[in-house]
Structures are given as structure tokens and as C-alpha cells.
């Protein structure tokens, strides 16, 4: 059995029914509930909404955080809709939820799927398979 866990991701947008790319996904650990966050790193997710390259866990890591940083996400795809229909503007000035951090509990030898189900004023996540 490994002595690590691991962690994976993937977005689905679900305004639009499609994967969320180029979000990116910022990955730390801690070791007990009191020690301090350890930044890993990061990736982002690639057209299938999902990152393949998460670094690994380091050995004795009890909690995960996935930090996504969603606004430049869906800035572009508001600039991307306002591109296509400039007579439709929405005078809105911003993103509701500019960042999505997920923070959860890990055990040496288990994979941990972590799905963000995305719109812009929601989300959901889960432990997926």
C-alpha cells in the first residue's frame, strides 16, 4: 500500500454544459490540522476541464487544499460573449466568486478525485472516482 494519497481535478461549467478551461489550480498540503499550509504548486485545467499534472503528495499529508482561481475564467467569457453580442451587455462589474478553495481530508493510500461543478454564482464539489 502507498504511504501517500494523491489528488485530481477537473471542472465542468455547468452554465454552459462544457468543460472550464484554462482555470488555474493551485494545490497545498498540511500535515495535521494545526500545521501550516506547505504551497505545492499548481497546473491548469486543459480543454477537458481536467489537470493532469498535480504534483505529488508528500508522505504524511493529512489535508489537501485545491485553490481555483476561476475569475480569469469567466472574465474572458464575458468578454467573449460581449465580443459576440455587443447589444446584449451586462452592465455587471465583476465575478461573484472569484476564487473557489476546497479544503478536505486525506489517508495515506487513497486517490482523491475532487470535481468542481462551476457556474457563475455556484458551485458544488465532491469526492469523485
Known sequence: MSTTASVSTHILDTSVGRPAEGVAVQLAARSGREAE????????????????????????????RLDFAVEPYFLKKQADAQQDAP???????GVFFPEVAI???????????????????????????
Open 103 to 129: 479544503t478536505f481530508a486525506v489517508v495515506p493510500g487513497e486517490h482523491y478525485h475532487v470535481p468542481l461543478l462551476l457556474n457563475p454564482f455556484g458551485y458544488s464539489v465532491y469526492r469523485g472516482s
Open 87 to 93: 447589444a446584449n451587455r451586462d452592465s455587471g462589474t
Open 37 to 64: 499550509w506547505q504551497a505545492l504548486g499548481g497546473s491548469a485545467t486543459d480543454a477537458d476541464g481536467r489537470c493532469k499534472d498535480l504534483p505529488a503528495l508528500p508522505e504524511g499529508i493529512t489535508h489537501v
